[in-house]
């Protein structure tokens, strides 16, 4: 039987961190076997907002690598770089030409990005950041979308693009399912548990970067936003706590009830030593392998070039059945 087809992306822009690693990453590489991968580095995303042009290239190739060091096997998964496959510009403004205003602005993370931004500045682009997403996603016929729980409106909205398509021009494509872990899907900001860990929160105390060196993770963890109570326990109302405790699960493996008892009688400081060392711990070897890509790029260069390749005999079928249905010439 075929296996179902699974997309997701990062955008190569600001820090990766992990919350990008612990909410989408982790559960891609875990899923490796039973799906048929795409991961792509969405570039073209990247651009909706200003970037250094050398920063960029840079950043595209350290998702790459990022990919290949948390453990996706470019041999099982495909892997590429989303402006290498012009299907996914072409298809975003078709979804553009059935796309509505009012559904576009309700994007919670449209208004997130430009509420500080005069209304006649807002670049286009930002607004119709999510139809090339869900170009992105339809291109491939997915059947599920790994992320984290800030790009599930996304996903709706895909799935809404994805059947408006279909009602008017005849099935053409599949509609999506995101996929949310029920823990991890939100990492919140180690200096404000209010809200999630962000590549631009505008301190780097906000996040640990999957590139941070032990003694600044360390500082970074001993420095978090904590309540001041003193038991270690999975209360989500105490939410620094909760925060940390969670990061601690997702790298450890253990159960809640196994962590509570380990810390039971210990204290916030205990805790946060070892949650430090964990990290570390588990990120080294992603680090190591990471400077191993970003010093070969001529090897990234062939991965990425095989992945857009193989992306295409995906994507170029379903791009041109979807110009054939709304009357193109092809
Ligand atoms: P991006 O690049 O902002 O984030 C990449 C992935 O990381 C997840 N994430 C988090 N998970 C848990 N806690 C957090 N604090 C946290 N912050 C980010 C995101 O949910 C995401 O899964 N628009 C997308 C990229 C994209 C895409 C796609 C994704 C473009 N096309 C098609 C899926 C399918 C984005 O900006 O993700």
Not at 291 to 298: D, Q, S
Request: aromatic fraction near 8%; include cysteine.
């Amino acid at each position: 039987m075929r296996k179902p087809v699974s997309f997701s992306g990062i955008q190569p822009s600001g820090v990766l961190h992990i919350g990008n690693y612990l909410g989408a990453i982790t559960q891609w590489v875990e899923s490796q076997n039973k799906h048929q991968n795409i991961f792509c580095v969405v570039d073209l995303h990247a651009i909706t907002v200003p970037q250094n042009p050398k920063i960029l290239k840079e950043k595209i190739y350290e998702i790459a690598a990022i990919y290949l060091a948390a453990g996706i096997d470019p041999k099982e998964s495909i892997i590429f770089v989303q402006s290498q496959v012009p299907a996914h510009s072409e298809l975003a403004w078709i979804l553009n030409t059935i796309s509505k205003m009012g559904e576009l602005s309700r994007m919670t993370q449209f208004k997130d990005k430009t509420n500080k931004i005069k209304k006649e500045s807002i670049p286009a682009g930002l607004f119709t950041y999510p139809t090339l997403m869900a170009a992105d996603i339809l291109l491939y016929n997915a059947n599920l979308v790994p992320v984290g729980e800030d790009q599930k409106q996304h996903v709706e909205l895909t799935r809404v693009l994805a059947q408006r398509f279909n009602h008017r021009f005849g099935k053409t494509f599949v509609v999506p399912e995101p996929v949310i872990r029920t823990s991890g899907a939100r990492i919140m900001g180690l200096d404000n548990p209010e809200d999630k860990m962000s590549k631009s929160a505008a301190s780097p105390a906000n996040y640990i970067a999957l590139t941070d060196k032990p003694e600044v993770i360390r500082k970074k963890i001993m420095r978090a936003v904590t309540d001041s109570g003193t038991k270690i326990k999975f209360d989500k109302k105490r939410k620094g706590l909760y925060n940390l405790l969670t990061i601690y699960k997702l790298f450890s493996g253990k159960t809640e009830a196994q962590i509570e008892k380990r810390f039971k009688g210990k204290g916030y400081s205990d805790f946060k030593k070892e949650l430090a060392d964990l990290i570390i711990k588990k990120l080294a070897p992603v680090q190591k392998k990471i400077t191993h890509y970003m010093k070969n790029k001529k090897l990234l260069d062939r991965i990425l070039a095989d992945g857009a390749k193989r992306a295409e005999k995906i994507a170029n079928p379903t791009l041109k059945e979807v110009k054939q249905k709304i009357g193109l010439i092809v």
